[in-house]
């Protein structure tokens, strides 16, 4: 819908449903404190078949931005497996 | 076989009792034995929205206490046979009765009913845990705003963790006038975010109003939309397949020449 002067405004339920998107998926995880946990390990297993890491040194966080929230990972790697680019 | 079914929300005010009153008139008059369970102690409203105030004689917590028997404390309803009424105490808190008391006492309830129908407290204390104690199977209401969604979703999460199984959903309070100039969540977005199945749609209905001053379900009026929405509702309950009604509104005359000079 264009507003008065012609600049183009958001309908309220867009705002409405991006904002409940967020909230849903930050409400969701907090209830469920395990998930960070299980996605670490299953983050664990998926990398290592290609490369060595340390999985004491694993770190999974939110990054916020107005529109999206991202899953930022920073993972060790301590060498990288001989033939990992191979596809098996 | 027979059924006990917890209407429940999280957020309060968003049309529990009205659902359970006009589903429970919907299902007697297809002939079903049912009875109406206000869970909401110490707040009661199914008995005015139904209209049987006057007739209230022991409540909920006089049976748990034993200060009578549960046969005692159901209260007819004076219009359609089969549907009966278990009020809420209106004197005690949600603490007065244990999630293992209504679990015996809704159970107790299914051997001569058809469908029991639980009416929940707002929140997701006590009385929540009470409410849903006995109950096979849930319906969550909620109406096409923010927080109304989001508490939804905060139940659905609860009740999936105590073992409920695909909770069902309605959305109340549908304004297909406002759905239509993009300032209210339609239902397909509700869905979608939510991620349950939809078993009823419920118009706004100044009607609801009026029936609630009445003590007279809207199921009762044949003219009410709202009314139509919970029979269709209750049909399917009972495992009809019946379409969704169809609550989109065209624009007027008026709406489409405003759109058009603005474009
Ligand atoms: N479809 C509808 N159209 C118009 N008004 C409605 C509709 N549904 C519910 N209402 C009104 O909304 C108000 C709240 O309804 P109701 O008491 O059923 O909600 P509730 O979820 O049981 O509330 P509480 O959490 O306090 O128990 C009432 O005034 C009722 O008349
Ligand atoms: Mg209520």
């Known amino acids: 819908m264009l507003g008065l002067f012609g600049k183009k405004e958001q309908q309220s339920k867009e705002v409405a449903k991006e ?33 060595e890491i340390d999985p004491h040194g694993i770190e999974l966080s939110w990054k916020d931005s107005e529109r999206k929230r991202a899953l930022v990972a920073s993972i060790p790697v301590i060498s990288v497996k001989r033939g990992a680019s191979r596809d098996d | 076989m027979s059924e006990a079914l917890v209407i429940t929300s999280g957020k309060g005010g968003v049309g529990k009792t009205t659902t359970c009153a006009n589903l ?52 007819k309803d004076k219009r359609l046979e089969g549907l009966y009424l278990l009020p809420a105490a209106q004197t005690k808190d949600k603490t007065a009765v244990t999630p293992e008391q209504m679990r015996n006492l809704i159970n107790e309830l299914k051997e001569g009913h ?48 105590s073992g409920f199984d695909r909770p069902k959903l309605i959305i109340n309070r549908i304004k297909p006038k406002m759905v239509a100039r993009g300032d209210m969540m339609d239902i397909d977005e509700i869905i979608d975010l939510l991620a349950i199945d939809l078993i009823g749609v419920v118009p706004d209905d100044e009607y609801i109003v009026v029936s609630t001053n009445r003590g007279e379900p809207a ?44 474009l």
């Open chain 2, 24 to 75: 429970g008139v919907a299902l007697a008059s297809l002939g079903h034995k049912v009875v109406l369970v206000d869970a909401d102690i110490g707040l009661r409203n199914l008995d005015v929205v139904m209209g049987l105030e006057n007739r209230i004689v022991y409540d909920l917590v006089d049976v748990v206490e034993g200060f009578c028997r549960l046969r005692q404390a159901l209260v």
């Open chain 2, 219 to 262: 199921v009762l009026a044949n003219s009410s939309k709202a009314g139509e929405a919970f029979r269709n509702i209750a049909r399917r309950i009972r495992g009809e397949t019946v379409p969704f009604m169809d609550l989109t509104e065209s624009e007027t005359f008026w709406e489409r020449i405003k759109k058009f000079i603005k």
């Open chain 1, 19 to 51: 904002r409940l998107r967020l909230v849903l998926m930050q409400d969701r995880l907090s209830l469920a404190p395990h998930t960070m946990e299980q996605m670490k390990d299953a983050v664990i297993v998926a990398i290592s078949r290609f490369v």
């Open chain 2, 114 to 161: 058809d469908y029991v129908l639980v009416d929940c407290p707002a929140g997701i204390e006590q009385g929540f845990r009470n409410a849903v104690a006995g109950a096979d199977k849930a319906i969550i209401v909620t109406t096409p705003e923010m927080s109304a969604v989001r508490d939804a979703d905060r139940i659905i999460g609860l009740l999936e963790a």
